[in-house]
């Protein structure tokens, strides 16, 4: 996010090593580590007929649906950390093995939104995310990234936040008070908004962890694949986000019949292709420049 920032400071970059640091990483593994541990509480407490397309309930439910979670979409930005760590310390065989194993969540069937119970299956892209957490904590944490445009990340996450407040709330295993956003009324005799976890708010932490991973970018040796693969995931998350929030505030209102397609597995839908344009045109707007930037003074500070 270059173009919102101030302009080039360049003893930053000529002074010292343009080694990434870490610590964004370790907030957004918090992160996850908190909602997984909500799915376990969450799970294990509530019927599982009033949550989504589960069907065991107590403690073996709780751990089941976050053995999910940690296929999706948990992996997913484990793979971006794994970039991250291997620009650090360069590729390892540990690092291409988690990328892979993460990757298998792509497999039809392996994470399935109409049957949310744990799989055997779920084991492999876990170990996978395991790898690569075991990796960032073996690489260090050197500080923070660069905070330039700051102000457009947290412009960017707080309406967001807010849009997701009732999924909060849901993943809390309570329906959000008040009226604004339906909550607990009832849409064909089920819940607006389903108690447990909701794609839209597996959108919001995608979103979050890439702006806050993208803090990075300007410290890294080849930022390009991983602020391509950050574009794409900001984007992928806005659709899901996009698509979770009209169904139930908008289609379920009986205000509209049209709905956003899903994007959660890809497809050659017009709302993949959007994704795609949006993933693209966020890496040359906002970080384009930012890699170009790095690159260069990357280049100063190990000559």
Excluded at 100 to 122: E, F, H, Y
């Amino acid at each position: 996010m270059e173009n919102a920032g101030s302009g080039p400071r360049d003893g930053q970059f000529s002074q010292g090593s343009a080694r990434p640091g870490l610590a964004e990483t370790y907030v957004v593994w918090a992160l996850f580590a908190a909602a997984a541990l909500l799915d376990v509480i969450t799970y294990s407490r509530i019927r599982p007929e009033d949550l989504y397309h589960t069907s065991r309930g107590g403690l073996a439910g709780g751990l089941g649906r976050a053995l999910v979670f940690l296929n999706y979409p948990t992996a997913i930005i484990a793979i971006a950390i794994v970039i991250l760590v291997a620009d650090r310390t360069r590729w390892t065989w540990p690092a291409i093995l988690a990328v892979a194993l993460c990757a298998v969540i792509v497999v039809p069937g392996v994470v399935d939104q109409s049957d949310l119970d744990a799989k055997w299956i779920n084991v492999v892209p876990a170990l996978g995310v395991l790898i690569a957490f075991v990796l960032t904590v073996r690489a260090g944490r050197d500080g923070w990234g660069d905070p330039r445009g700051d102000w457009i990340r947290i412009a960017v996450a707080v309406p967001l936040t807010i849009l997701a407040l009732p999924w909060i709330f849901a993943q809390l295993g309570f329906y959000i008070p008040g009226e604004i956003f339906l909550a607990h009324q009832q849409y064909h005799g089920a819940a607006v908004v389903h108690l447990g976890e909701h794609h839209g708010l597996e959108g919001l932490l995608l979103v979050v962890s890439a702006l806050l991973l993208s803090r990075q970018l300007p410290r890294m040796r080849r930022p390009t694949p991983l602020a391509v693969y950050l574009s794409l995931m900001i984007a992928y998350g806005l659709g899901n986000m996009a698509n979770d929030a009209w169904y139930e505030q908008l289609v379920k209102r009986g205000w509209l019949d049209w709905r956003i397609p899903s994007v959660m597995r890809p497809s050659l839908t017009w709302m993949w292709g959007l994704v795609i344009v949006t993933g693209a045109a966020i890496f040359f707007t906002a970080f384009q420049q930012r890699r170009d930037h790095a690159a260069t003074h990357g280049v100063n500070a190990e000559t």
